[in-house]
C-alpha cells in the first residue's frame, strides 16, 4: 500500500496514530519482516478488514513480558504504548495467577440476573479507592461502552440530551462514543451523528488557535466556548473530557474546577474519561486527584489486568435512581473473570508502589527530556505528567508546524533499535510504558530517541 499522490494523509488521519498506508511503512515491512513473518502478515491482511491504524499491522508478535513486547523473531521491544493496558505490566505472574485460580473455581461466567463475589469485590474495592464520593458501579467489555453509559446515565439524571466535549479526543469507537469524540477519523462518511453533540477547544498551551501564550489566557477562551454553549444552548446534560489529553495535554488544576462549577451552575454533569490515565499513571492513582472530582468517572484498559478487555464507570450513589430502564444490560457486565483481573491489577499497583513509581520515573523523564530539548531544533515542546508524557516534533520553532515525515522516519528507526512507541497526531511522540518501568530503562529510551532525533536533523532518511 502506498500515499495516494492525490490525497496524501493530513493530520486527521493521524489524530490517534501512525498510519499504515505511507511508503516509509512498506520500508519497514521490507526490512524487518522475516518469512515467516510475512507468512503470518498476509494471512492477517487477507482475512481482516483493513482499516487506518490496525490492519495491514506493522509486525507480528509471539510474546510480552514486564515493559517488552516480542515479535514472531524473537527481537525485543521496550514498548512505550501497550494499548494502554499494561499498567502492571505485560502477563504479570500474580494476574495471571489470579486469573488461573479463578478459571479452577468454575465460576468464569456469570449469566444475567446473578452476582458473584469477585464482581462485588472488584465494585467495593472501587469504591474504597477512587475519590470520595464516587461509590456506585457498573461494567462492560469495554471503554467505547462505558462512555456510552457515562453520557447515558448523564442523560437520565439530567434530563437533558445535549453534552460538550472536545476536538481531538478520543472516547471510542463506538457511535455514541464517537459522536462525543473530537476526531474525523471516527465520523467521516457516517453522516448525522448524535444529536446535540456540541464540541469546543481543549485548553492547549502550546498549540491553541489564538496564539495565546498565557495559560490563563488560553484558560479564559477555552472556559468562554463552554459558558457561551451552556447559556445559548441550554438542555446541556455533561461535558466529557480525559483530565489530561491523549497527546498529552495537561491543563490547569483551575481550568478543571471552573469547568465543574459551570457544570453545577448549568445543571450539568462532568464526565472524566480516565480510560487511559488511570489506575497509576499521572504518578497518582486518578488524574482526577490532581485536579477535581468528577460526577462519573470512567474506567477501562488496565482494569483487565492486561489480559481481558474491562471497563465501567463509577459514580455518586446520588444517581442510582434508574430501575425503571437499563443503561448498560452487558451480558459480560459482571464477569467474574475479568473482575479477578481487576483486582489483582490493583493489588500489584499497590503492593509494587506504581504510582510512586510513575511520579517518580515520569519526573525523571521530564527533566532529561528537557535537557535534550535544546540542543535539538526538531523538538517544540514537551509535555506531561507521570508516565504519560508527549514529545511534539516541529519544522520550525517559530510556525510549530509539525515535523510528519521527520517523526514518521524517527518512529521507524527508534523499532529498528529497540523501542516502540505512538505517534499521534502526526508528530508527537507518545510514551507511555508498563508503570513498572525503572528509570535506568527510562533513560535508555531516551538515549534511543535522542540519538535518532540525531539522526534524522543530520539529513537521515528511512
Not at 478488514?49 to 509471539?62: A, G, I
Not at 464507570?313 to 473473570?337: A, W
Not at 510513575?358 to 531544533?377: C, F, S, V, W, Y
Request: aromatic share 8%; with cysteine.
Amino acid at each position: 500500500m502506498t500515499d495516494k499522490t492525490q490525497n496524501p494523509p493530513s493530520r486527521f488521519d493521524r489524530e490517534q496514530g501512525d498510519i499504515n498506508t505511507t511508503r516509509n511503512r512498506e520500508r519497514y515491512w521490507q526490512r524487518n519482516l522475516s518469512a515467516r513473518a510475512r507468512s503470518v502478515f498476509e494471512r492477517d491482511r487477507k482475512y481482516f478488514l483493513h482499516q487506518n491504524l490496525s490492519t495491514p499491522v506493522m509486525n507480528v508478535l509471539s510474546g510480552a513480558s514486564g515493559i517488552y513486547i516480542r515479535d514472531l523473531d524473537g527481537r525485543q521491544y521496550m514498548d512505550m504504548h501497550g494499548n494502554g493496558v499494561h499498567n502492571a505490566g505485560f502477563n504479570h505472574p500474580e494476574i495471571i495467577r489470579a486469573v488461573k485460580e479463578q478459571l479452577d473455581t468454575g465460576m468464569t461466567f456469570c449469566p444475567r440476573r446473578y452476582t458473584n463475589e469477585k464482581a462485588v469485590d472488584l465494585a467495593e474495592t472501587l469504591a474504597g479507592i477512587t475519590p470520595d464520593g464516587l461509590e456506585k458501579s457498573l461494567f462492560c467489555p469495554g471503554g467505547s461502552e462505558a462512555v456510552e453509559m457515562a453520557v447515558t446515565l448523564a442523560k437520565q439524571i439530567t434530563g437533558h440530551f445535549k453534552t460538550i466535549s472536545f476536538w481531538d479526543s478520543f472516547h471510542g469507537a463506538g457511535f455514541a462514543a464517537a459522536s462525543v469524540g473530537g476526531e474525523a477519523l471516527f465520523k467521516r462518511g457516517m453522516g448525522p451523528m448524535m444529536p446535540g453533540a456540541m464540541h469546543v477547544e481543549f485548553p492547549n498551551y502550546y498549540r491553541n488557535p489564538w496564539g495565546f501564550d498565557s495559560p490563563e489566557q488560553v484558560d479564559e477562551a477555552c472556559l468562554h466556548q463552554i459558558k457561551t454553549i451552556l447559556e445559548r444552548q441550554p438542555g446541556v446534560a455533561a461535558v466529557i473530557g480525559e483530565p489530561v489529553s491523549a497527546t498529552p495535554v495537561v491543563p490547569s488544576a483551575s481550568y478543571w474546577e471552573q469547568v465543574k462549577e459551570l457544570c453545577r451552575q448549568y445543571g450539568a454533569l462532568l464526565i472524566f474519561d480516565e480510560i487511559i490515565e488511570g489506575f497509576g499513571r499521572t504518578g497518582k492513582m486518578f488524574a482526577c486527584e490532581h485536579f477535581t472530582t468528577p460526577d462519573i468517572l470512567v474506567l477501562g484498559k488496565s482494569l483487565g489486568g492486561g489480559l481481558l478487555p474491562f471497563a465501567g464507570l463509577v459514580t455518586r450513589p446520588e444517581f442510582d435512581r434508574l430501575e425503571h430502564i437499563s443503561i448498560g444490560h452487558y451480558t459480560h457486565e459482571k464477569n467474574s473473570l475479568c473482575a479477578a483481573a481487576a483486582l489483582a491489577e490493583i493489588d500489584c499497583i499497590h503492593s509494587e508502589n506504581l504510582v510512586e513509581n510513575a511520579g517518580r520515573t515520569g519526573t525523571h523523564a521530564m527533566e532529561r527530556l528537557n535537557q535534550i530539548k535544546d540542543k535539538h531544533p526538531l523538538i517544540g515542546n514537551i509535555a506531561g505528567l507521570g508516565l504519560h508524557i508527549g514529545i511534539d516534533l516541529v519544522r520550525d520553532p517559530e510556525t510549530k508546524e509539525r515535523a510528519l515525515q521527520e517523526a514518521e522516519i524517527i518512529m521507524y528507526k527508534a523499532m529498528e533499535k529497540g523501542l516502540a512507541f505512538k505517534l499521534i497526531e502526526g508528530n508527537i511522540i507518545t510514551l507511555r510504558p508498563a508503570l513498572t518501568i525503572s528509570i535506568e530503562e527510562m533513560d535508555q529510551a531516551i538515549d534511543i530517541i535522542d540519538n535518532t532525533i540525531s539522526e534524522v536533523e543530520r539529513g537521515a532518511g528511512y
